[in-house]
């Protein structure tokens, strides 16, 4: 008896060790949301990042990451359908400020103060207090803003650059082009001449169908009238310049610019970017406007494939889109606060606190910097004396299983972070090599009488609701108004503004209006330039 008692009480010591050992080997499964940009060899769910971040955070946790892909130009649409079916990933990131606004409301997303006190040292250090307010939101009505959300820092605030052709100016005998007057007989002395021979088309032009007055709008508030915008008025209209006085002569100009055939007659189909970018590397256009460092950069390299099909050919930086009433050349630039990171709450307490620690990993500066620029002699040649790379590969010339996208997946940090301000802004030029003045002066550009976009830190009911269709509805109104009998466009025109009225545009300015007037809104009004 005694013998049969020693064994069952061996085999339950066992079990309750076996048991022990299974609790402390369970893992838990993180789904991290990454964007993918079609580039080519580069699979998001299987990358060297993946596997870095699975080696130095996820083993020593127990917790298996999976990286979630989502199409970068579509996210908004994608995460929206996931968050309201109950399939969004455990860490999710967005533009969309109007969805995360929502989620707030309808509480479908971690409330994150408790998480971000206990678990992220690294990354409130790496943020600051006053980045993380662009997150918090007084939701119960206490008067204290609670952490909804976590904004990952901008590091380069700069949004959208104008470039020239330098050799067609030289071939024209002209010099940059200061405002529209100038820039529009550059377009018209390009085509004159041919300098592409019978492809030239001066205007690189297409509409962006997420957000179709995105790049417009540079060019059309050079024209808009400031004397008769109030500060209201211009957080009001936040998301249809097209409705801003003036901005109808802008418009008018773009379609002059169409029926001289400045700018692409394809502009307005929905499949017009390969052509864009096919029309670009041969030197047929003159003229583009994209990110400031786009010319250069490893994904499309409009100078370098140029270079290849036309002798001297070269990009450079330009500014001629003067607004006569402030008498400014405008650029928006970003706020500081960049893409917001979410915790659904459909991710239950364990998997959260696993998120919020990942989070904090990404921000210590040694993962942050691995994750951001891969491994020495296969992402880049070496460090200069400041710790910056050098040498940095192009996507083409790394082996697939390298193939990276630091912002993407290091999403913490929109942008090369090497930790001051002065080191930031030298690593923006030094990649490029050979083309590091060209970078620094469109920089310098991009950043002239440069006014902070629009927010708003509480939910616009109307944006939710009719976002999407004012976007397409915008998008029908620029393809008409360009492209219609110059004769006609008034007719046009002031149609067409009032199908976009009609489509929530109206109910989404009463709204922002309301919202600016109770003092719940973020932004710069050029007028205070």
Known sequence: MKKVLAILLTLALLLGMTGAVLAE??????????????????????????????EHFGDPNKIKLEFVSYARWTEGELLTTALAGGTAPDICVTYNGGLVQQCIDDEGIWQLDDLLNEYGANLKAFLGEELLTYGQKDHDGDGTPEQWYIPARRISRANVGNFIREDWLKALNMEKPTN????????????????????TVPVSFGIYAPDPLYNVRRWTDAFVDFSQVTKEDWFAYARNPEMLPGSKEGFRWLNTLYHEGLIPETFALTDNDQANDTALIMG?????????????????????????????????????????????????????????????????????????????????????????NGIEGINYEGLTEDGIPYGVKSADDVPDENKMHAGDICFISNGLCYGDDEKNAAALALPFKGYEEDVKASYADSLTDAWTQISFPVSIQAETDYGETVKSAQGKFLADVVSCDPEKFDEVYDAGLQDILNSGAQAMIDEFRAAYQAGNYRGVFPGDL
């Open 25 to 54: 080997d369970e893992w838990t499964t993180l789904r991290v949301e990454t964007y993918d940009r079609e580039i080519a060899g580069l699979d998001v769910t299987n990358c060297w990042q993946l596997k870095y971040a699975q």
């Open 180 to 199: 529209i007057e100038e820039f529009t007989a550059y377009l018209r002395a390009a085509k004159e001449a041919k300098l592409a021979g019978d492809n």
């Open 284 to 372: 047929y256009n003159g003229f583009f406007s994209q990110q400031p460092d786009q010319p250069w950069r490893t994904d499309k390299n409009y100078e370098i494939e140029m270079e290849k099909n036309v002798e001297g050919a070269h990009w450079v930086t330009v500014n001629p889109f003067k607004n006569e009433s402030l008498n400014k050349t405008l650029h928006d630039m970003y706020a500081p606060a960049g893409l917001s990171i979410i915790i659904p709450k459909t991710t239950d307490e364990k998997t959260a606190v696993a998120a919020m620690k990942y989070l904090d990993w990404m921000a210590i500066p040694e993962n942050m910097f691995a994750m951001q």
